[in-house]
Protein backbone atom coordinates (compact mmCIF):
# COMPACT_ATOMS: atom_id res chain seq x y z
CA UNK A 1 0.00 0.00 0.00
CA UNK A 2 1.05 3.43 -1.04
CA UNK A 3 2.19 5.77 2.44
CA UNK A 4 1.45 9.35 2.66
CA UNK A 5 3.26 10.90 -0.54
CA UNK A 6 5.16 14.41 -0.35
CA UNK A 7 6.72 16.50 -2.97
CA UNK A 8 8.52 17.43 -3.65
CA UNK A 9 11.46 16.51 -1.71
CA UNK A 10 13.88 18.72 -2.10
CA UNK A 11 12.89 22.41 -2.87
CA UNK A 12 15.69 25.32 -2.82
CA UNK A 13 14.38 28.93 -3.88
CA UNK A 14 15.18 32.44 -3.25
CA UNK A 15 13.93 34.79 -0.40
CA UNK A 16 10.63 36.33 -1.55
CA UNK A 17 9.50 33.75 -3.98
CA UNK A 18 6.31 31.33 -3.68
CA UNK A 19 6.87 27.91 -2.53
CA UNK A 20 4.14 25.21 -2.72
CA UNK A 21 4.22 21.58 -0.56
CA UNK A 22 1.96 19.39 -1.80
CA UNK A 23 0.91 15.77 0.21
CA UNK A 24 -1.43 13.01 -0.83
CA UNK A 25 -2.72 11.28 2.35
CA UNK A 26 -3.07 7.51 2.68
CA UNK A 27 -5.95 6.27 0.91
CA UNK A 28 -8.92 6.06 3.20
CA UNK A 29 -7.47 8.01 6.40
CA UNK A 30 -9.41 11.25 7.59
CA UNK A 31 -7.76 13.58 9.06
CA UNK A 32 -4.44 14.88 7.59
CA UNK A 33 -1.37 17.34 9.55
CA UNK A 34 1.58 19.44 8.57
CA UNK A 35 4.46 19.51 10.86
CA UNK A 36 7.85 21.57 10.42
CA UNK A 37 10.71 20.41 11.80
CA UNK A 38 14.00 22.23 12.79
CA UNK A 39 17.34 21.86 15.17
CA UNK A 40 15.97 24.74 17.58
CA UNK A 41 12.39 24.15 17.65
CA UNK A 42 12.06 20.15 16.97
CA UNK A 43 8.63 19.09 15.61
CA UNK A 44 6.16 21.49 15.44
CA UNK A 45 2.80 20.70 14.28
CA UNK A 46 1.53 23.78 11.60
CA UNK A 47 -2.28 22.71 11.18
CA UNK A 48 -4.45 19.87 11.13
CA UNK A 49 -7.41 18.90 8.81
CA UNK A 50 -10.33 16.59 9.71
CA UNK A 51 -12.84 15.55 6.35
CA UNK A 52 -10.94 18.05 4.58
CA UNK A 53 -12.09 20.70 7.00
CA UNK A 54 -9.31 23.32 9.05
CA UNK A 55 -9.69 22.07 12.85
CA UNK A 56 -6.38 23.63 14.39
CA UNK A 57 -4.39 26.33 12.50
CA UNK A 58 -2.88 27.63 15.73
CA UNK A 59 0.55 26.58 14.81
CA UNK A 60 0.43 28.21 11.12
CA UNK A 61 4.11 31.05 11.61
CA UNK A 62 1.80 33.83 10.43
CA UNK A 63 -0.15 34.97 7.14
CA UNK A 64 2.60 33.94 5.32
CA UNK A 65 1.84 30.55 5.24
CA UNK A 66 -1.50 28.98 4.34
CA UNK A 67 -2.80 25.34 3.58
CA UNK A 68 -5.57 24.45 1.69
CA UNK A 69 -6.93 20.52 1.42
CA UNK A 70 -9.05 20.50 -1.34
CA UNK A 71 -10.54 17.14 -1.65
CA UNK A 72 -9.64 13.81 0.96
CA UNK A 73 -6.65 12.72 -1.18
CA UNK A 74 -5.00 16.14 -1.75
CA UNK A 75 -3.31 18.80 0.68
CA UNK A 76 -0.69 21.96 -0.08
CA UNK A 77 1.18 23.83 1.91
CA UNK A 78 2.45 27.28 0.61
CA UNK A 79 4.46 29.84 1.78
CA UNK A 80 4.57 33.35 0.05
CA UNK A 81 7.02 35.08 0.29
CA UNK A 82 9.07 32.78 1.60
CA UNK A 83 12.27 33.55 3.88
CA UNK A 84 15.07 32.15 4.73
CA UNK A 85 14.29 31.13 8.51
CA UNK A 86 11.96 28.98 6.74
CA UNK A 87 14.56 26.54 6.13
CA UNK A 88 13.02 23.22 7.24
CA UNK A 89 11.74 20.05 6.62
CA UNK A 90 7.75 19.76 6.82
CA UNK A 91 6.47 16.65 6.99
CA UNK A 92 3.01 15.56 5.59
CA UNK A 93 0.71 13.00 7.85
CA UNK A 94 -2.50 11.56 7.70
CA UNK A 95 -4.68 9.31 10.25
CA UNK A 96 -8.00 7.57 10.17
CA UNK A 97 -10.54 9.30 13.07
CA UNK A 98 -13.73 7.92 13.65
CA UNK A 99 -16.32 9.85 16.15
CA UNK A 100 -13.46 11.50 17.92
CA UNK A 101 -11.68 7.89 18.13
CA UNK A 102 -8.74 6.22 16.89
CA UNK A 103 -6.07 4.83 17.22
CA UNK A 104 -3.35 8.00 17.67
CA UNK A 105 -0.93 7.67 15.47
CA UNK A 106 0.17 9.35 12.25
CA UNK A 107 1.83 8.21 9.36
CA UNK A 108 4.29 10.13 7.96
CA UNK A 109 5.75 11.09 4.53
CA UNK A 110 9.54 11.54 3.76
CA UNK A 111 9.31 15.29 4.26
CA UNK A 112 9.69 18.32 2.14
CA UNK A 113 13.59 20.19 2.59
CA UNK A 114 13.14 23.67 2.07
CA UNK A 115 16.16 25.66 1.99
CA UNK A 116 15.18 29.62 1.62
CA UNK A 117 18.59 31.49 0.13
CA UNK B 1 -0.34 22.51 29.06
CA UNK B 2 0.79 19.30 28.06
CA UNK B 3 4.36 18.98 27.41
CA UNK B 4 6.70 15.88 26.35
CA UNK B 5 10.45 15.87 27.92
CA UNK B 6 13.49 14.06 26.96
CA UNK B 7 15.91 14.37 29.12
CA UNK B 8 19.05 12.37 27.07
CA UNK B 9 19.79 14.47 23.86
CA UNK B 10 22.28 11.43 22.77
CA UNK B 11 22.96 7.98 23.35
CA UNK B 12 25.50 5.62 22.24
CA UNK B 13 25.36 1.63 22.54
CA UNK B 14 27.49 -1.24 21.72
CA UNK B 15 25.99 -3.47 19.14
CA UNK B 16 23.95 -6.33 20.51
CA UNK B 17 23.81 -4.16 24.09
CA UNK B 18 20.67 -2.67 25.97
CA UNK B 19 19.89 1.26 25.64
CA UNK B 20 17.19 2.56 27.36
CA UNK B 21 15.54 5.92 26.60
CA UNK B 22 13.61 8.34 28.83
CA UNK B 23 10.56 10.10 28.36
CA UNK B 24 8.09 11.86 30.63
CA UNK B 25 4.89 13.58 29.85
CA UNK B 26 2.70 16.10 31.30
CA UNK B 27 -1.23 15.80 31.55
CA UNK B 28 -4.67 15.61 33.21
CA UNK B 29 -6.03 13.06 30.99
CA UNK B 30 -7.07 10.21 31.67
CA UNK B 31 -6.63 8.11 28.83
CA UNK B 32 -4.25 8.71 26.05
CA UNK B 33 -1.99 7.29 24.02
CA UNK B 34 1.81 7.16 23.63
CA UNK B 35 4.01 6.65 20.94
CA UNK B 36 7.64 6.13 20.25
CA UNK B 37 9.09 7.05 16.77
CA UNK B 38 12.55 6.76 15.08
CA UNK B 39 13.64 8.99 12.58
CA UNK B 40 16.42 7.65 11.11
CA UNK B 41 19.33 9.39 8.62
CA UNK B 42 16.98 9.22 5.65
CA UNK B 43 14.73 11.30 7.78
CA UNK B 44 11.06 8.84 7.61
CA UNK B 45 9.41 9.60 10.69
CA UNK B 46 8.80 5.41 11.61
CA UNK B 47 6.54 4.19 14.09
CA UNK B 48 8.62 1.76 16.77
CA UNK B 49 5.86 1.31 19.53
CA UNK B 50 2.54 2.57 20.73
CA UNK B 51 1.17 2.02 24.32
CA UNK B 52 -2.74 2.89 25.09
CA UNK B 53 -3.11 4.05 28.57
CA UNK B 54 -5.62 1.86 29.94
CA UNK B 55 -3.91 -1.22 29.54
CA UNK B 56 -1.79 -1.75 31.96
CA UNK B 57 0.79 -4.58 30.05
CA UNK B 58 4.00 -2.68 28.38
CA UNK B 59 3.84 -3.12 24.54
CA UNK B 60 6.58 -5.26 22.76
CA UNK B 61 7.56 -5.17 19.43
CA UNK B 62 10.68 -7.69 18.74
CA UNK B 63 13.86 -6.28 20.35
CA UNK B 64 11.85 -2.80 21.24
CA UNK B 65 10.02 -2.64 24.55
CA UNK B 66 8.73 -0.03 26.93
CA UNK B 67 8.18 0.54 30.61
CA UNK B 68 5.12 3.01 31.06
CA UNK B 69 4.44 3.92 34.82
CA UNK B 70 1.41 6.14 34.72
CA UNK B 71 1.57 7.34 37.87
CA UNK B 72 4.80 8.57 37.43
CA UNK B 73 3.94 9.57 33.74
CA UNK B 74 6.90 8.14 32.42
CA UNK B 75 7.42 6.44 29.32
CA UNK B 76 10.62 4.72 28.80
CA UNK B 77 12.02 2.55 25.59
CA UNK B 78 14.36 -0.09 25.69
CA UNK B 79 16.09 -1.05 22.45
CA UNK B 80 17.72 -4.95 23.13
CA UNK B 81 20.32 -6.43 21.05
CA UNK B 82 21.28 -3.07 19.76
CA UNK B 83 21.53 -3.27 15.81
CA UNK B 84 23.45 -0.80 13.45
CA UNK B 85 20.49 0.18 12.04
CA UNK B 86 19.12 1.16 14.78
CA UNK B 87 21.25 5.00 15.05
CA UNK B 88 18.49 7.23 14.67
CA UNK B 89 16.66 9.88 16.07
CA UNK B 90 13.98 8.57 18.37
CA UNK B 91 11.28 10.66 19.56
CA UNK B 92 8.93 10.44 22.33
CA UNK B 93 5.22 11.57 21.32
CA UNK B 94 1.81 12.09 22.93
CA UNK B 95 -1.74 11.68 22.10
CA UNK B 96 -3.91 12.86 24.69
CA UNK B 97 -7.28 11.75 23.01
CA UNK B 98 -6.58 9.35 20.15
CA UNK B 99 -7.55 11.50 17.66
CA UNK B 100 -5.82 15.14 16.81
CA UNK B 101 -2.50 16.41 17.08
CA UNK B 102 0.56 14.53 18.48
CA UNK B 103 3.18 16.24 20.56
CA UNK B 104 6.57 15.34 20.55
CA UNK B 105 9.30 15.38 22.51
CA UNK B 106 12.72 17.08 21.55
CA UNK B 107 14.40 13.75 20.54
CA UNK B 108 16.80 11.25 21.79
CA UNK B 109 19.45 10.95 19.21
CA UNK B 110 20.87 6.99 19.48
CA UNK B 111 24.22 5.74 18.01
CA UNK B 112 25.08 2.15 17.66
CA UNK B 113 28.73 1.09 17.58
CA UNK B 114 30.36 -1.61 16.05
Known amino acids: DAGVIQSPRHEVTEMGQEVTLRCKPI?????LFWYRQTMMRGLELLIY????????DSGMPEDRFSAKMPNASFSTLKIQPSEPRDSAVYFC???????????????FGEGSRLTVL | AQTVTQSQPEMSVQEAETVTLSCTYD???????LFWYKQPPSRQMILVIR??????QNATENRFSVNFQKAAKSFSLKISDSQLGDTAMYFCAFNPSGWGKLQFGAGTQVVVTP
Open chain 1, 27 to 31: SGHNS
Open chain 2, 51 to 56: QEAYKQ
Open chain 2, 27 to 33: TSENNYY
Open chain 1, 49 to 56: FNNNVPID
Open chain 1, 93 to 107: ASSFFQGHKGTGELF
